[in-house]
């Protein structure tokens, strides 16, 4: 269904206006007015990364009046493989700021406000409030709940994108939206389709996991054009739908996502009335891991010292890496044998571990070890541990030489 525009048209577009945007200008479903309503537009994007770096340009080059960026983090060598936005040049500078020049390279009638902070519950609503609509880029279980509770306190629709590997989602989240009559329609937010996070380890993030580069411009500019048409009112925006990606089979999919009167936010009878716990409620490991992890727990360090001693004759061990193959490929810790997380949970990799000597686990960043040694201990392995920081920590602290990723 359409829904009316969300902003009022700017009285006047100028000459030089008029020129750079023709191209939309004699499209009929924008037009004038439309073009007017962009140039009225105040868009929030969170995150200048994956998904924010196709969104902020197109959403400049579109002539969209006022944008705001969400950023805290610096500009990595890793990032530029997908994100856009920044340069060579622009390596370990912040990237809000690589992004506003960005923004102002490409259209400098746009105005641009920065917040280079981390988004939390103290600053989450103060930031969002006077926007007309959020782009959500985040990365993460736990603050894509917060801009969904954010964003229906004060009443901003959103457009959601998510992004793994081959695979894309994306929608747009407008619960208090109202149709051409001005009734209200049944919409729904993000927790009507994800009522929990999942279970934590189960969904590596992108960093974890990987994500193709041009996935994110697909993905980011599915979330542009639905933040057009919502803007201007053209066409039907992806409310109540759920827009599905495969790359890999070159397959959209639109599935109807329903306002769920259970739902804990704009349900019937909310439980989430204000912001909440948010690493809380996702956590960054399970409870069972968390509590494998407890008082077995080594540092990089401590595994360095380790294996010098075993070269010198002392005690010896095995060092299991539980990434992927592909992970292994990249960088290893020396002597680390590769057992995928996965043997651990359906049980296989236990027939393949010594009983009579300790058994040190590691993965990328120490969330996916945790799980494994959990599994590890269950099994009545008393003498196993993990290593905190995983290979990031090694390359790091220890070996700078092997590439990151
Ligand atoms: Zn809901």
Known sequence: MSFPALVEPASELTVDEVRRYSRHLIIPDVGMAGQKRLKNAKVLVIGAGGLGSPALLYLAAAGVGTLGIVEFDEVDESNLQRQVIHGQSDVGRPKAVSAKESVAEVNPLVDVVVYEERLDNDNVLGIFEGWDLIVDGTDNFATRYMVNDAAYFLKIPYVWGSIYRFDGQASVFWPHAVDEDGQKVE???????????????????????????????????????EAIKVLTGAGEPAVGKLVIYDALELEWRKLKVRKDPRCALCGENPTVTEL????????????????????????????????????????DFVLVDVREPNEFEINRIPGSVLIPKGEFLNGNALGELPADKPIVLHCKSGVRSAE???????????????VGGGVVAWVNQIDPSQPAY
């Open 187 to 225: 919409a729904p937010c993000y927790r009507c389709l994800y009522p929990e996070p999942p279970p934590p380890g189960m969904v590596p993030s992108c960093a974890e996991g990987g994500v193709l580069g041009v996935l994110c411009a697909s993905i980011g500019s599915i979330q542009v054009n």
């Open 372 to 386: 494994a040694l959990a599994v590890v201990k269950g099994a009545g392995y008393a003498d196993a541990v993990h």
């Open 276 to 315: 909440i716990d948010y690493e809380a409620f996702c956590g960054a490991v399970s409870d069972e891991a968390a509590e494998a992890a407890a008082g077995s727990t080594i540092s990089v360090v401590q595994l360095e010292q380790m294996l010098k001693e075993r070269e010198e004759g002392g005690k």
